[in-house]
């Protein structure tokens, strides 16, 4: 059976010519590579890819289908998908439908059967570019002109795209997760006992679901919140404590939520990941910088200069904060990326505020990073004890 032509066209000219599958049209958007092994789903869900065409470098995608529980959002993020070898077929008994009728059905397309290693060798080099994936028929010419017109991902605000739209509360936990019996010796809260139940204000700028479950497994009632959410409307839902998730683009553009976080600190905890990392570090008076082709995976070595332990990481961002433009007399590094030296973590030294770059809600390690949300809720009791000087 003849398949259909795709092709991937690069705003600097660059063309691949591939096969299509998913949906018959064009996407255009940043093309960024992703290392990732496993997890393609949580991968086409995680709003942080708002706005960009992923290539994932592990050569078979599509294999296990799609299934509801993988999901880190109710639909794909996604522009387009670039892979090697692309499976219309699946099998695995998790599997609700093919990865194609999946990404079919959210008319996302799909360029495949071409050399991902050159195009992530190519983007590597150059750095990350403007492209579109064309599944119906557009010219290359074309899709080169229209690539050149799209926008920068410098400078665009996207979290109040994907956020929510108004407040709602979470209470699903993981499955099986939170009971098993290694959870106390890996750091992560059990789910027995008479265990503080602490009221946590989740900020959505792009949050996943697994955060959400994890949060609810160390005791917290989560109430999420619009991006543009004031901090006086989250002072008042009584927070013990904030939580500032993930999300997609430029954080500098996100002056609103920079202007919340800074009226946040010394009122309550905060805790802030991958883009609510970055909005920290605004907040803290540094400044952030576009990396030149990002990170994107989930085997990244972080260290943690606290602990000397390294933890492997996911990773899905394309900004960092400068560590040098932090005050020092403030601000404390806490973690560092091994491969490149990049800031990965920091907290306040005298107010109860912490982040880090990565994803500790994923498990590529698996569980590494998951002392963070015990961390968090040890920061809130701290906080609410009787005379405490930070309240």
């Keep these: 059976m003849p398949h259909r032509p795709a092709i991937l066209a690069l705003e600097d000219g660059r063309v691949f010519n591939g096969r299509a599958a998913g949906a018959i049209t064009r996407r255009g958007g940043e093309v960024v590579f992703n290392t990732s ?193 004031t901090a006086e409307e989250v002072l008042g839902m009584g927070a013990d404590g904030v939580f500032l998730s993930n999300g997609p683009g430029d954080p500098e553009p996100i002056d609103y939520a920079v202007g919340n976080i800074r009226k946040l600190i010394g009122r309550v905890p905060v805790f802030g990941i991958c883009l609510g990392h970055q909005l920290c570090g605004l907040a803290l008076g540094g400044k952030t910088f576009k990396l030149k082709f990002g990170h994107h995976g989930s085997n990244h070595p972080v260290k943690n200069l606290l602990t000397e332990q390294v933890e492997i990481t996911a990773q899905n961002h394309g900004f960092c904060v400068d560590p040098d433009s932090l005050p020092s007399k403030d601000v404390e590094i806490t973690h560092i990326n091994l491969n490149d030296q990049t800031n990965e973590g920091m907290r306040h030294k005298s107010e109860p505020l912490f982040s880090v770059q990565y994803h500790p809600e994923a498990s590529p390690g698996p569980h590494d990073s998951h002392y963070l949300f015990t961390q968090f809720t040890d920061l809130m009791q701290e906080f609410q004890k009787p005379g405490s000087s930070r309240k």
């Design 37 to 229: 092994l496993t997890g393609y789903q949580e991968v086409f869900t995680d709003p942080s890819y708002a706005g960009q065409i992923v290539c994932l470098t592990y050569p078979h995608i599509g294999n296990v289908g799609a299934n509801l529980e993988d999901e880190e959002a109710k639909k794909p993020y996604i522009e387009a998908l670039v892979v090697r070898e692309f499976s219309q077929v699946s099998s695995n008994w998790r599997s609700a439908e093919t990865a194609q009728l999946y990404l079919n059905r959210h008319k996302i397309p799909v360029i495949w059967d071409i050399d991902t290693r050159a195009l992530v060798r190519h983007i590597r080099k150059v750095g990350a570019l403007r492209g579109f994936v064309a599944t119906d028929g557009t010219p290359a010419d074309q899709l080169i002109h229209e690539a050149k017109q799209l926008p920068s991902m410098a400078g665009q605000e996207l979290a109040s795209r994907v956020s929510c739209a108004k407040t709602y509360m979470w209470n699903t936990r993981s499955i099986d997760l939170a009971t098993s019996p290694w959870t106390e010796q890996m750091g992560e809260a059990g789910a027995g006992g008479e265990a503080r139940t602490f009221r946590v204000v989740a900020y959505d700028f792009g949050i996943k679901q697994n955060i959400l479950r994890l949060l609810v497994d160390h005791h917290c009632e989560v109430g999420v919140v619009p991006a543009q959410t």
